[in-house]
T-cell receptor
Framework: SQQGEEDPQALSIQEGENATMNCSYK?????LQWYRQNSGRGLVHLIL?????REKHSGRLRVTLDTSKKSSSLLITASRAADTASYFC??????????????FGQGTTLQVKP | DGGITQSPKYLFRKEGQNVTLSCEQN?????MYWYRQDPGQGLRLIYY???????QKGDIAEGYSVSREKKESFPLTVTSAQKNPTAFYLC???????????FGEGSWLTVV
């Protein structure tokens, strides 16, 4: 089952610009996480935001969470060519019993042009 | 180096064959997971294990089998019953009480 839907599916920007990706989900969650995947590689964890948090920062990353709208956004500021990758949101559903089971969205493909 | 090692990176399977993908972690994590990723898609959970000698089906377990005889190892067998096995397979692990999941580099399986 796919819980998350990401928007846009693809994004192309110039180096130095900001990139914003959005994620919507369907059910109550314990937390929402963002991952990055370079082409043909594994996923790398970027940031986790808990259901009782509204905003979180990590370096050039800013994540917001609106549980009333069941949505989250990932902002990458001052983008670099090396940020080119696919970005996935993943939710841990409430009541999943701390199993660590995550439900992933379909991802946003970001291209940053030098 | 600490991490998750998947092998082989590329694997070709003939029709009717079973193949096994290896996943080893030296992070001392209790939980391990197998995900499948189709081109341009997100990840779907195949199986997961929270403790040695125990595992549960995920959303798309049909045609797959796993074992968890050791904490460090969680091999996935893609059986001949899996009708569309061509995909990218990702193994992951997580520590006790932790929410962050760490991924291996993945294995590409192609049916020829």
């Amino acid at each position: 089952s796919q819980q998350g839907e990401e928007d846009p599916q693809a994004l192309s920007i110039q180096e130095g610009e900001n990139a914003t990706m959005n994620c919507s989900y369907k059910t109550s969650i314990n937390n929402l996480q963002w991952y990055r995947q370079n082409s043909g590689r594994g996923l790398v964890h970027l940031i986790l935001i808990r259901s009782n948090e509204r905003e979180k920062h990590s370096g050039r990353l800013r994540v917001t969470l609106d549980t009333s709208k069941k949505s989250s956004s990932l902002l990458i500021t001052a983008s670099r060519a090396a940020d080119t990758a696919s970005y996935f949101c993943a939710t841990e559903p409430a009541g999943s019993g701390n199993t660590g089971k995550l439900i992933f969205g379909q991802g946003t493909t970001l291209q940053v042009k030098p | 180096d600490g991490g998750i090692t998947q092998s082989p990176k590329y694997l070709f399977r003939k029709e009717g064959q079973n193949v096994t993908l290896s996943c080893e972690q030296n992070l001392n994590h209790d939980a391990m997971y197998w995900y499948r990723q189709d081109p341009g898609q997100g990840l779907r959970l195949i199986y997961y294990s929270q403790i040695v000698n125990d595992f549960q089906k995920g959303d798309i377990a049909e045609g797959y089998s796993v074992s968890r005889e050791k904490k460090e190892s969680f091999p996935l067998t893609v059986t001949s019953a899996q009708k569309n096995p061509t995909a990218f397979y990702l193994c992951a692990s997580a520590g006790k009480g932790g929410n962050t999941i760490y991924f291996g580099e993945g294995s590409w399986l192609t049916v020829v």
